[in-house]
């Protein structure tokens, strides 16, 4: 059974930075590209930034591109998303979600087979 484990969310201040965690366990992360998604309380979910199977590329969209990191730590089965520079309308629900291909870029447009629960991002200004 595939699971994607969220952990990391919380309530911080504009400016300030989080660190969010996906733990998979059921799957080998080197066999699949992984993203960071989000919604927002009336809003469609969005991807937020990809990478690759190997961990060696990333695709960041839209307004986390040179505020968000994702990395990837195959041999722990483990993605991470460091945010940076957080603001109010980064808060969101922030999901891990697993696709069993290679491209980063390509993981932002499909539809992911698997998703994590979530983990609530709440920035107060």
């Known amino acids: 059974q595939v699971q994607l484990v969220e952990s990391g969310g919380d309530l911080v201040h504009t400016g300030d930075s989080l660190s969010l965690s996906c733990a998979a366990s059921?799957?080998?992360?080197?066999?699949?590209?992984i993203g960071w998604f989000r919604q927002a309380p009336g809003k469609e979910r969005e991807a937020v930034a990809c990478?690759?199977?190997?961990?060696?590329?990333?695709y960041s969209v839209g307004s986390a591109k040179g505020r968000f990191t994702i990395s990837k730590d195959n041999a722990k089965n483990t993605v991470y998303l460091q945010m940076n520079s957080l603001k109010p309308e980064d808060t969101a629900v922030y999901y891990c979600a697993a696709t069993p291909m290679t491209s980063a870029q390509a993981m932002a447009k499909v539809r992911p087979t698997y998703w994590g629960q979530g983990t609530q991002v709440t920035v107060s200004s």
């Open positions: 990478t690759s199977s190997d961990g060696g590329s990333t």
């Open positions: 059921g799957v080998f992360l080197d066999e699949y590209a």
